[in-house]
């Protein structure tokens, strides 16, 4: 049977704000406004979100942003980003621009000393799921797929900001042979080289995967680390089952 109205979940719009504006950024040509202000990220990013509300309607939209300090896992890993180029000027304007725009249509904006936009996108989703809400996560951050589930799927993009691809947890299975869950724990083992998260030398991704469609978590496999057949990647988790545990706690 159909839901009827009044057993349908509204629904929640999660945009994570900064990576979206920096795909934009690179993905579309230089453009300024008349006294010579930047505004490709913002004519991307407005597109993408125009897109989105005519597509989708959801019931309500909140979009998050990075906050200018250092988070808890620069505190917690000094190399964490370290090696990404430096912002660049005609980028930072558009993020205060893009923020007012989004105010003047009535979305609620975020950010938090200490926190990535990515956490609070992963903390509000939970806390929407838990009330009530199907939510749609909008972000150029792989690390989201950790959150889909029944009520939670991601829309990434594919090309630019325009064109979006949808992953629920099928998707995700079939692209990585991993359920949602289990992506951090994968960046745990293989690491990250896009946020600098190491991983464990000698894990590639395919190795990630056996590893965890074996042992089902990464706690798991370092409590059965005896279990383990190959006598060198034994060696290799054993010998660094602290970074394993920091760079899950990273991703």
Do not use: W
């Not at 009827?4 to 230089?30: K, M, V, W």
């Not at 799921?129 to 939670?152: C, M, N, P």
């Not at 190959?230 to 054993?238: F, M």
Request: hydrophobic content about 40%; aromatic content about 8%.
């Amino acid at each position: 049977m159909p839901m009827t109205q009044a057993e349908r979940r509204p629904t929640l719009a999660i945009i994570d704000g900064h990576s979206l504006l920096y795909r934009g950024f690179y993905a579309t040509r230089p453009l300024t406004t008349s006294d010579g202000r930047p505004t490709n990220a913002v004519y991307a990013f407005t597109n993408m979100l125009l897109s989105m509300l005519e597509q989708f309607q959801p019931d309500a939209i909140v979009a998050a942003f990075d906050a200018p300090a250092p988070t808890f896992r620069h505190e917690a890993f000094t190399e964490y980003k370290a090696h990404r180029r430096e912002t660049p000027d005609e980028f930072r304007p558009q993020v205060e621009m893009t923020r007012h725009l989004l105010e003047a249509m009535g979305v609620a904006t975020l950010s938090e000393e200490g926190f990535e936009a990515d956490d609070l996108v992963g903390a509000l989703t939970r806390y929407a799921a838990e009330h009530g809400y199907d939510v749609l996560i909008f972000t150029g951050d792989r690390d989201q797929l950790q959150l889909i589930s029944d009520h939670v799927r991601v829309y990434a993009p594919i090309r630019g900001v325009s064109e979006l691809q949808l992953f629920d947890a099928q998707a995700v299975q079939e692209k990585y042979g991993l359920t949602p869950a289990q992506i951090v724990d994968f960046k745990a083992l293989c690491g990250d080289p896009s946020d600098n998260i190491p991983g464990v030398p000698g894990v590639g991704e395919k190795t990630a995967v056996k590893l965890l469609q074996q042992f089902g978590s990464v706690e798991n496999l370092l409590a059965n680390l005896d279990k383990v057949e190959n006598a060198k990647l034994r060696e290799a988790l054993q010998a660094n089952q602290e970074q394993i545990r920091q760079s899950r706690m990273l991703a």
